[in-house]
Structure formats: C-alpha cells, structure tokens
C-alpha cells in the first residue's frame, strides 16, 4: 500500500482545501452544486471525509457507489428516496466498472 504525504506542508494545504470545500457547501443555502474532490490516497480519503464532518456544521450523507450503478440520478433517488439532504458524498467514482 502507498504511503500518503504527512509533511507539515502537505497537511497545511490539505486543511485549506477541506476549509475551502466546508465554505463552498454551507454557502450553497441548500442549492444543488456538484463539487469534485479528488483523494490521491484511500486512508487518506477517510481521514479527510471525516474532518469534512467535523468541519462542516451541515450533515453531510455518504453514499457508496456500486460498480453496477451507472447513473447517478437514479442512485440517489435509491439511497435517498423523498429524503432531501442538505449534502451528500458519493465514493466510488475512482472505481473501474
């Protein structure tokens, strides 16, 4: 398994993304406004989902997408159904189908 960056840089400008995408979704006001955000890193990825959650004072919804699934409108309807939730998270883009 690769090894992802921990110098104090790395961290620093990983924080400012994660602060910059928290501004991005609360400004939204409840708006749909997709927002790709891409993770070099699997253990990474997890850290960083899970400081957005910290960071973020909106619940933010993570859906897991399956090889099988290929269109996101359906989904989202699937995992969501009349629920609206404010944001969501869907992993899984990366994977080959």
Known sequence: MLEFPRSA???A????ALR???WTIEASGGRFRPILARC????LQAQMLQRLQELCSI?????VLEQSQTRLDSMLRE???????SAVTILG???ES
């Open 13 to 16: 400008e990983n924080e400012d």
């Open 79 to 85: 995992c969501c159904g009349n629920d609206r939730p």
């Open 20 to 22: 910059e995408l928290v």
């Open 9 to 11: 840089g790395v961290i």
């Open 40 to 43: 070099n890193y699997m253990a």
């Open 59 to 63: 619940p933010i919804r993570p859906i």
């Open 93 to 95: 883009l990366e994977s």
